[in-house]
């Protein structure tokens, strides 16, 4: 058999054995079998040099013709090889485009931190400018400049969380000074700070953080958030810091609730009382929540005890003021019925997300 006959019959090889390649790694095989290094192709075109020189140039052009042609089928089934493996991983893969996308949830602020918003903008709303104060504060802003006196049971170690770091081999000292430190037990301290630094007349709302060394249980917590006011100024009375609360009560619980104030005792205001407001489930008849009385208690208040603004500097016999707390807490439970103070720390996001 010539070598012209070898390669039509290499050629005719191809052609038929690459309707049985179905796949890209059995193509891969047939290439090599026929145009590798050890192919049967390559080695003709190889042997090129035995042939006699006159028959040389017309034998070369037709192994180069059977080449370009072998090159040419392979490349076709190969395309087709591929675009037929693309359609295949196309089906395996394929998403049901009509059943509903996984949807990014929008974030939302946590309802203590809608609480505390809220009660912000009914007080700028009447005038008040925020101010903040420091977490970590001494005895003398947090209870002395406040009128609370060293026997009083808030200083005890067993009810402030101090922090002592000369203390001999870590036990608190039996007698605490005005430069004790502690993490601070109310946002009252701010008070003193801001009439420190600026004159009446005074109108300022100061929210933030507390802590307390409390179990945590339904009612308490040992971290828990409030919102300070102060108010400063000439003729300031008790009307004035009824009329403020009053309002405040309406905007945050409705227009139906109704509020009464108790008497009650704090070191820095005087007269001092809680303020309740009327039981949003019963409306004031009496039921479980509320304890069969009608009322929940929602904040306490006061007017500026004079020797308050004596040790700031202000003149008790030309202004008067009242001051009140918050507990942002405590108003979510109340205007959300809810049982458990807890239940705000937990992170439940079942429950966060009705809110």
């Given amino acids: 058999m010539s070598m012209q006959d070898d390669?039509?019959?290499?050629?005719?090889?191809?052609?038929?054995?690459?309707?049985?390649?179905?796949n890209l790694e059995a193509l891969e095989s047939l290439r090599v079998q026929f145009l590798g290094?050890?192919?049967?192709?390559?080695?003709?075109?190889?042997?090129?040099?035995?042939?006699?020189?006159?028959?040389?140039?017309?034998?070369?052009?037709?192994?180069?013709t059977v080449r370009a042609n072998v090159d040419a089928l392979?490349?076709?089934?190969?395309?087709?090889?591929?675009?037929?493996?693309?359609?295949?991983?196309?089906?395996?893969?394929?998403?049901?485009?009509?059943?509903?996308?996984?949807?990014?949830?929008?974030?939302?602020?946590?309802?203590?931190?809608q609480i505390r918003e809220e009660i912000v903008d009914i007080f700028c709303g009447l005038g008040y400018i925020v101010a903040d104060g420091p977490y970590v504060e001494t005895t003398y802003y947090n209870?002395?400049?406040?009128?609370?006196?060293?026997?009083?049971?808030?200083?005890?170690?067993?009810?402030?969380?101090?922090?002592?770091?000369?203390?001999?081999?870590?036990?608190?000292?039996i007698e605490l000074g005005d430069s004790d430190v502690l993490l601070r037990t109310q946002t009252s301290d701010m008070q003193i700070h801001?009439?420190?630094?600026?004159?009446?007349?005074?109108?300022?709302?100061?929210?933030?953080?507390?802590?307390r060394p409390d179990t945590p249980d339904a009612n308490h917590l040992?971290?828990?958030?409030q919102v300070e006011g102060l108010v400063v100024d000439e003729g300031i009375?008790?009307?004035?810091?009824?009329?403020?609360?009053?309002?405040?009560?309406?905007?945050?619980?409705?227009?139906?609730?109704?509020?009464?104030?108790?008497?009650?005792?704090?070191?820095?205001?005087?007269?001092?009382?809680?303020?309740?407001?009327?039981?949003?489930?019963?409306?004031?008849?009496?039921?479980?929540?509320?304890k069969n009385v009608g009322w929940l208690e929602i904040l306490g208040c006061g007017m500026v005890d004079p020797n308050v603004f004596e040790n700031v500097g202000i003149d008790p016999e030309k202004y008067t003021g009242f001051a009140f707390g918050?507990?942002?807490?405590?108003?979510?439970?109340?205007?959300?019925?809810?049982?458990?103070?807890r239940m705000l720390m937990e992170g439940d996001m079942r429950f966060l997300r009705q809110f």
């Avoid at 004159?199 to 802590?211: A, E, L, Q």
């Avoid at 040992?222 to 958030?225: C, E, G, L």
């Fill in 7 to 22: 390669l039509k019959m290499i050629e005719e090889q191809v052609k038929k054995q690459l309707t049985s390649a179905e």
């Fill in 74 to 113: 392979i490349k076709e089934r190969h395309d087709a090889l591929e675009k037929q493996r693309m359609s295949e991983r196309m089906q395996a893969e394929a998403a049901d485009i009509t059943l509903p996308g996984r949807r990014q949830l929008a974030g939302t602020e946590h309802l203590i931190s």
């Fill in 37 to 64: 290094k050890k192919g049967s192709l390559t080695a003709i075109m190889r042997s090129m040099g035995k042939i006699p020189a006159e028959e040389r140039p017309a034998m070369g052009k037709l192994a180069n």
């Fill in 194 to 211: 801001y009439m420190e630094e600026n004159k009446p007349p005074i109108y300022m709302i100061c929210p933030g953080t507390v802590f």
């Fill in 222 to 225: 040992p971290q828990f958030n």
């Fill in 143 to 173: 209870f002395t400049a406040l009128n609370a006196p060293a026997s009083h049971p808030s200083r005890s170690p067993k009810d402030s969380f101090y922090l002592y770091d000369n203390a001999p081999e870590g036990k608190p000292a």
């Fill in 326 to 341: 918050i507990g942002v807490e405590r108003v979510a439970a109340l205007r959300y019925d809810l049982p458990d103070l």
């Fill in 237 to 290: 009375t008790f009307g004035d810091l009824k009329g403020t609360l009053d309002y405040f009560c309406r905007e945050i619980f409705g227009k139906d609730r109704a509020t009464r104030y108790r008497p009650h005792f704090f070191p820095f205001t005087e007269p001092s009382c809680e303020v309740d407001v009327s039981c949003g489930i019963c409306h004031g008849k009496g039921c479980r929540f509320c």
